[in-house]
T-cell receptor
Framework: DAKTTQPPSMDCAEGRAANLPCNHS???????VYWYRQIHSQGPQYIIH???NNETNEMASLIITEDRKSSTLILPHATLRDTAVYYC????????????FGTGTRLTVIP | SAVISQKPSRDICQRGTSLTIQCQVD?????MFWYRQQPGQSLTLIAT?????????ESGFVIDKFPISRPNLTFSTLTVSNMSPEDSSIYLC????????????FGPGTRLTVL
């Protein structure tokens, strides 16, 4: 699976949009971009995933560049409960189903 | 989605002893995995638990140290054997459901401290 690069930490003001970048320049054509987050003392939680089109659900939006070498997770109105470590992961949809985690971005939402 | 429970939620153990962690899922799942998260670190995959056969271990993890069982589609155990303080970590069970998206869900984790 392709490696990803994320900034180690970011701050965001409460109520503002949080934009978390991820570089995955070696992504293959059959690999998806997944985002998970881990709130302190909990297991990771699935947020969203996509292949090449932008995706939106009740939690977040995922913007993938046209060349698929990078993506941005957007939390439109960050709350204090969104403080967590956010992991960007790329993997194939079929075959090996396990996720390999990088170091992630520690997002701190500031009141 | 799948609801995952783990027992125990935390434990403090003496070096040289072994601890077995249980993972129970509320529905039948295709794949079950065990991860380790050392203090301040990201998650590392230990192995894939295969139903009715030996687990598939990742590089750096061996069966003698981390024996795994998976007797059916909803239950698995991970044993941490002959523990040392370096084994102090959070151990997480994860499952993957079949279907279009192959989402992966995680249990709450077992926090292990080895003295």
């Amino acid at each position: 699976d392709a490696k990803t690069t994320q900034p180690p930490s970011m701050d965001c003001a409460e109520g503002r949009a949080a934009n978390l970048p991820c570089n995955h320049s070696t992504i293959s054509g059959n690999e998806y971009v997944y985002w998970y987050r881990q709130i302190h003392s909990q297991g990771p939680q699935y947020i969203i995933h996509g292949l090449k089109n932008n995706e939106t659900n009740e939690m977040a939006s995922l913007i993938i560049t046209e060349d698929r070498k990078s993506s941005t997770l957007i939390l439109p109105h960050a709350t204090l409960r969104d403080t967590a470590v956010y992991y960007c992961i790329v993997r194939r949809q079929t075959g090996a189903n396990n996720l390999f985690f990088g170091t992630g971005t520690r997002l701190t939402v500031i009141p | 989605s799948a609801v995952i429970s783990q027992k125990p939620s935390r434990d403090i153990c003496q070096r040289g002893t072994s601890l077995t962690i249980q993972c129970q899922v509320d529905s039948q799942v295709t794949m079950m995995f065990w991860y380790r998260q050392q203090p301040g670190q990201s998650l590392t995959l230990i192995a894939t638990a295969n139903q009715g056969s030996e687990a598939t271990y990742e590089s750096g993890f061996v069966i003698d140290k981390f024996p795994i069982s998976r007797p059916n589609l909803t239950f698995s155990t991970l044993t941490v054997s002959n523990m040392s303080p370096e084994d102090s970590s959070i151990y997480l069970c994860s499952v993957s459901t079949s279907g279009v998206y192959n989402e992966q869900f995680f249990g709450p984790g077992t926090r292990l401290t080895v003295l």
